[in-house]
Structures are given as structure tokens and as C-alpha cells.
């Protein structure tokens, strides 16, 4: 797939006939693929893979904003899902690494040319930035890695989930073990289909052929545990993806949020698993045109978090590459973006960017945010084991205000918890919060919360009368539920910024500044992007 001259005939066909034995063919609409042959895509047309077959399609987007490659590989990863490779050879700009993105966040293999062997390297330096290139080679290294890949992955049969063997299961543990040393997450009540196979695709890669030997890998290389866990992390995100989701938000939902708040208060909104923060700017979008739409002040704040520190590096950060044209219009591309230099990319505005709060975050783990008017969680469940989201769906009740809204992801539903959620569109997976439930704040918090009469060994005393054999009084165990539940973590300073009193849970917030033990200074302590 090239970046040809869409008003020229292409001689690439004849070119690349004089380089190799194979069957070399400039495609036709509908043409069936044959192994054993290559295929050219043709002058001003887009290309796509469905059922081994390729089809044109007259491009959508103006001369010199077609994306021909990113258009194929998320075709290519659409229909072939594991089974996709891509190869990104040397060439200008950035098109192909939204393309990238969708292949390996279907387990397929992505490989680049080495930049220095190039004569134009911006394609593959854009796609080795998002961190999902699996090899870096000179074109000559290329054959002999893509068979052994190959051979690897498709020359034996698929062992169906149900087949594992035994040793094979206590392998998988030691791997969650391994896991949880290294990065701190705990994936063992994640669906053992999804671990399996990352598990597998990073064995092929290896060449490993039993888990018990990739154990023994991981355990002596450190950087692989480190990769197998930015496997685990990747989903497919674009700008308003799944377009009708986003339309009931922008007709329904929103409308409703500005027309429930006075004058002056704040929209709260979380995206809860935000990856590289398409999904977070689009909520940030709607948000804006309708505050300029209603003309009222009401100020929006948009949490955005996720479990991988170098997807919310890329989400602060703001830019995007040029295939982004393709999810987005040109009137809102226009407004709310500027292209960013010569590679073609875009760059989120300023005034957009500061509506947003990016945070690393284990949704699992950490303490929820509260009082919000909309959560969008979307293909994250999917991934879970019924135990995590049995906890996660009342702890999305939870930091909900009442009549609150929560998007989930297309297969996914709030299962067994219909008492705390109404639901506004089955089919788009929306719903609304139900007023508050006896119990259910206890239920939301979950783990986050001791038990009632164990406060007094996890909370700071509270000013009160003591019993005389020095335990809480049932006021001050009282209080000290009420202050748990419903004030939101905090910290005492004093003129200096230096911490005098905490409250709550502040791990999303505050962590433990570099350097000399002792120095509790808020701004020292304030998480990347707090300051």
C-alpha cells in the first residue's frame, strides 16, 4: 500500500515485477488473495481486506489528507484480528500508526524498518513511538523474522481455552506473580482467554513453545515482564468512537447535565480507562460546544485516568497523528486542533487540554472518584472476570451523584446490579444511577473501606469523649463513618505548603517525594499533572 499520485498510472507493478518470482498484480475490486503473490493498490483509491478479498473504495478524505495505510491495516486487523502482521517501510509523515495501534490491539505482529537504514524515516519513527512495534529491522532481516514468526504462530493447531493443561494453569500463576513484583497489578481475575492469548502472541515472538519455558524467560529478563504487561494494556481508542454512543451523549445526556446544575457549578465527568486519551478529549469536545451552546457558566472537569503511565504520558501530552482526520470532522478538527509541524500530526488546543485531569490509575485498586455527572467506561469490563465486575459496577454507583450517567462499552452491562442502575438506551449500553439505596455507599466503596468497627485503627482520632476503657465512643465511630464516607480525601497545610493533617485515601492524589525521607511538602508530593 503506497502513497501514489491519484491522476497518474502507476508503473509500481512493473517495477517490483523485476525484483521477485512471485505474481505481482495492481488490484482489482474484489480481486480474491492467493498465497505466494504480491498485490499493488492503485492510483486514488482506498483499499480494505474482507473475507480474502480486496476492495476499493473511492477516498472520502481531500488530496493530501488520505490515509490509504492506516485505512487497510484497520481493515486488515478488523477481519484477521490475531493473524494480522503488518510491516511499515520507509516513508514521509505518520500515516500507518493508527493502523499499528489496531493491529496489535487485535494480537497481531507489527514490524518497522530501522530508521537509520531509510531514506525517508517518519512512518517508521511514528509508528515505533507508540510503543507497540514488536521488531525493528533492516529490510534484509525482514524475510527470515516474518517466517519464523509465522511458522511459529500458524504451524500448529490453536489449543482451545479449555484444553490447558495443568502445568500449564501453575505456569500462568507464576506468571501473574511475576506480574504483580514488577508493575504492582494483580491480573489474575482478568478472563483467562484475553491473558492467554497476549501470553501466546508474546511466545511466537520469542519462538517459546511451552509457558513453563517463557516462565523461565520472564524471570531472566525483566524488560519482558515489562512487555508483556504493555500487551496486556492495549485497547483499540479513537475520537469518538462508536459515532451513535456519541450522539446519544451529545443529544441527550449532556443537554441534561448543563440543565440540572445552577449557574457556576462543576460537570464532573471520568473517563475511566482512558488509554491515550482520544475518548477522554472527545467527552471534553461535547462538553464544550454545549456549555457554548447554552451560553450559561458552568465549569467542566473531566477526570481522565488509566493503569498504563506511558499511555497517560502520550494523553498530557496532546498529539495525535495525522490518521485522526479520519474520526474526526473538519469543522471540529479546525476548532479544537492545530496541525503540529511536518509530521503531518495534530495537536489538542489549550483550552480543550485544560478542562482534563490525567491521572495513572488502577480502577481495581485505587479509591473511586466521587460525585460525578457521567463515568465512560467502555471495553474494560470485557476483559474482567465476573469477581472484578461485580466490584466495579457498584463502585461506578457509588461515585455517581444521583441520576448520573454511565456509558459502558457495546458488550458489555451492569449484569446482576439493575437496582442501582435505570437504563436509558439497552442497545448503546447507557444508564442512568437510581437514587440512593440503603447500603449500596457501603457496597460501592468496597475493599476501599474498613469495616465499621475496625475505624479506630485505620483513621486518625477524632476530637470526642473517650470511654473510660479508652475506646471510641459510639458518636465518635459515628463521625468517623460519616467523615470516611462522604468527605472526599484531603490535607491540612500550612503557609508553606508543608502537610500537617491527611484525611481519607490520597494514593490518587500524593505520593512520596524523591529524595530526602521526611519532606511532606503538598507540592513536592502532588502527583504528575496536580501541580
Avoid at 505481482?24 to 492467493?34: K, L, P, Q, W, Y
Avoid at 450522539?247 to 441534561?256: G, S, T, Y
Wanted: charge should be positive; aromatic fraction near 8%; proline fraction near 6%.
Amino acid at each position: 500500500v503506497q502513497h501514489l499520485a491519484p491522476d497518474h498510472k502507476s508503473i509500481l507493478t512493473d517495477l517490483i515485477r523485476r525484483y521477485t518470482r512471485m505474481q505481482v498484480f495492481e488490484v482489482e475490486d474484489g480481486m480474491m488473495v492467493r498465497p505466494n503473490c504480491t498485490y499493488i493498490i492503485p492510483p486514488n483509491r482506498d483499499m480494505a481486506f474482507l473475507g480474502g478479498s480486496l476492495q476499493l473504495l473511492e477516498p472520502t478524505s481531500p488530496r493530501g489528507r488520505r490515509l490509504p495505510i492506516d485505512f487497510f491495516f484497520r481493515s486488515l486487523a478488523q477481519d484477521q484480528h490475531d493473524r494480522a502482521i503488518c510491516v511499515v517501510l520507509s516513508g514521509t509523515g505518520s500515516d500507518g500508526t493508527l493502523g499499528v495501534r489496531a493491529i496489535k490491539s487485535e494480537g497481531g505482529m507489527v514490524m518497522v524498518q530501522r530508521p537509520e537504514t531509510t531514506e525517508y524515516d517518519g512512518m517508521p519513527r511514528s509508528a515505533i513511538a507508540t510503543g507497540l512495534v514488536d521488531f525493528e529491522l533492516a529490510p534484509a532481516e525482514m524475510p527470515a523474522q516474518l517466517i519464523a514468526f509465522a511458522a511459529h504462530v500458524f504451524g500448529k493447531l490453536p489449543r482451545l481455552a479449555s484444553e490447558q493443561m495443568p502445568q500449564s494453569e501453575n505456569a500462568l500463576k507464576k506468571i501473574f506473580v511475576l506480574l504483580r513484583a514488577q508493575t504492582g497489578h494483580d491480573f489474575s481475575q482478568y478472563k483467562p482467554s484475553t491473558i492467554n492469548r497476549r501470553i501466546e502472541r508474546r511466545m511466537a515472538l520469542h519462538q517459546i513453545d511451552t509457558m513453563e519455558h517463557y516462565v523461565k524467560h520472564a524471570q531472566q529478563t525483566p524488560a519482558e515482564v515489562d512487555s508483556l504487561f504493555r500487551d496486556l494494556l492495549i485497547g483499540v481508542t479513537n475520537f469518538f468512537r462508536d459515532p451513535l454512543a456519541f450522539k446519544a451523549l451529545e443529544q441527550k445526556v449532556i443537554p441534561q447535565l448543563f440543565a440540572g446544575k445552577p449557574v457556576g457549578d462543576v460537570i464532573r465527568v471520568w473517563s475511566a480507562g482512558c488509554a491515550t486519551g482520544e475518548e477522554a478529549y472527545s467527552l471534553a469536545i461535547l462538553l464544550t460546544e454545549q456549555q457554548e451552546s447554552a451560553r450559561q457558566g458552568r465549569k467542566i472537569q473531566v477526570f481522565a485516568t488509566d493503569i498504563d503511565s506511558q499511555a497517560i504520558a502520550a494523553a498530557r501530552a496532546g498529539i495525535y497523528p495525522a490518521g485522526i482526520a479520519a474520526d474526526i470532522s473538519p469543522e471540529r478538527l479546525a476548532r479544537f486542533f492545530s496541525a503540529e509541524g511536518e509530521s503531518g500530526g495534530y495537536r489538542v488546543h489549550k483550552n480543550i487540554r485544560d478542562l482534563l485531569v490525567f491521572s495513572e490509575q488502577d480502577v481495581i485498586r485505587d479509591p473511586p472518584f466521587s460525585k460525578l455527572d457521567l463515568i465512560s467506561c467502555r471495553n474494560l469490563l470485557i476483559y474482567m472476570g465476573a469477581e472484578l465486575q461485580k466490584k466495579l459496577i457498584p463502585l461506578f454507583y457509588y461515585a455517581l451523584n444521583p441520576g448520573g450517567s454511565l456509558l459502558l462499552g457495546t458488550s458489555e452491562t451492569v449484569g446482576d446490579f439493575g437496582n442501582l442502575f435505570a437504563v436509558q438506551d439497552r442497545k448503546l449500553k447507557l444508564y442512568r444511577r437510581k437514587e440512593i439505596l440503603q447500603g449500596a455507599t457501603r457496597v460501592g466503596l468496597g475493599s476501599f473501606l474498613p469495616p465499621l468497627m475496625a475505624l479506630d485503627a485505620v483513621l486518625p482520632r477524632a476530637a470526642g469523649k473517650m470511654t473510660s476503657r479508652g475506646k471510641p465512643s459510639l458518636r465518635e465511630v459515628t463521625e468517623q463513618a460519616l467523615l470516611q464516607q462522604r468527605v472526599p480525601a484531603g490535607a491540612l497545610v500550612n503557609g508553606h505548603g508543608d502537610i500537617l493533617y491527611i484525611h481519607g485515601r490520597t494514593g490518587m492524589y500524593l505520593e512520596p517525594a524523591v529524595g530526602e525521607v521526611g519532606v511532606y511538602n503538598i507540592l513536592k508530593m502532588a502527583r504528575e499533572g496536580l501541580r
